[in-house]
C-alpha cells in the first residue's frame, strides 16, 4: 500500500532540473508532497487532488495521473535550497485523511 | 501562529522506562496525527483523531503504545514500557479538511538505551 517513489536519489548542479516520481498500485483521492531537511520537520509544497485541482508551493510543478495512479514533481531551475528529501504521501479518501507515504527522495543540489 | 507544538524535543531513557510526548495542535485545526520515522521504516502513521476522537489507530505497533486527546489543544503519546526499537522521532501533524493537508510538528527525538 505504499507508494513508490523514484528515483531514490539524485544529485544535481545548481540551475538544472530533476523530476520525482510517485506511483501507487490503488486508487487515489490526492498525492501530497512534503519536503524534509536533515534533521527537520517534514514542510508540506503541494497537493494535488482528483479532478485536477492543486494547492501550494508558487515555484514548485507537479502533475497527477489519476487513471495511473502517479504523481510526479517538477523542480526546475534549482537551487541550494531546494536540497532534502521529497516524500510523496497519498490518500485514498473514502472519508480517510490518512497519508500513506513513500520511503522519500534524497535531493542534493551542489554549487 | 506558533504552529504544532511537540514536547519534549529530545528524550533519553532507559529500556523499561515510561515515555509520554505531548503534542499541542495548531488552534482551529481539528485533526491530529502521529507519525514514527526511522531510517529502516521510513514516515509511518500511528494514530490519528479527529474532533479528539481516535479514527484511525491500525498504525500502533502493540499495546504498549497509547495515545489520548482529552481536548482540541492536547494529546499525548504514551510508551510503557519502552523499548530500544521504539528509537525513533515521533511527528505529530495537525489539518483540517477544508485546508486538505497536515502541518507537521518539529519532532520529539527519543533514544531508548
Known amino acids: 500500500q505504499q507508494p513508490v517513489q523514484s528515483p531514490q536519489a539524485v544529485i544535481l548542479r545548481e540551475g538544472e532540473d530533476a523530476v520525482i516520481n510517485c506511483s501507487s498500485s490503488k486508487a487515489l483521492y490526492s498525492v501530497h508532497w512534503y519536503r524534509q531537511k536533515h534533521g527537520e520537520a517534514p514542510v508540506f509544497l503541494m497537493i494535488?487532488?482528483?479532478?485536477?485541482e492543486q494547492k501550494g508551493h508558487e515555484k514548485i510543478s507537479a502533475s497527477f495521473n489519476e487513471k495511473k495512479q502517479q504523481s510526479s514533481l517538477y523542480l526546475t531551475a534549482s537551487q541550494l535550497s531546494y536540497s532534502g528529501t521529497y516524500f510523496c504521501g497519498t490518500e485514498r479518501g473514502g472519508g480517510s485523511e490518512k497519508l500513506v507515504f513513500g520511503k522519500g527522495t534524497k535531493l542534493t543540489v551542489n554549487p | 501562529d506558533a504552529g504544532v507544538i511537540q514536547s519534549p524535543r529530545h528524550e533519553v531513557t532507559e529500556m523499561g522506562q515510561e515515555v509520554t510526548l505531548r503534542c499541542k495542535p495548531i488552534s482551529g485545526h481539528n485533526s491530529l496525527f502521529w507519525y514514527r520515522q526511522t531510517m529502516m521504516r521510513g514516515l509511518e502513521l500511528l494514530i490519528y483523531?479527529?474532533?479528539?476522537?481516535?479514527?484511525?489507530d491500525s498504525g500502533m505497533p502493540e499495546d504498549r503504545f497509547s495515545a489520548k486527546m482529552p481536548n482540541a489543544s492536547f494529546s499525548t503519546l504514551k510508551i510503557q514500557p519502552s523499548e530500544p526499537r521504539d528509537s525513533a522521532v515521533y511527528f505529530c501533524a495537525t489539518g483540517t479538511r477544508s485546508q486538505e493537508t497536515q502541518y507537521f510538528g518539529p519532532g520529539t527525538r527519543l533514544l531508548v538505551l
Open positions: 483523531f479527529n474532533n479528539n476522537v481516535p479514527i484511525d
Open positions: 494535488l487532488l482528483k479532478g485536477g
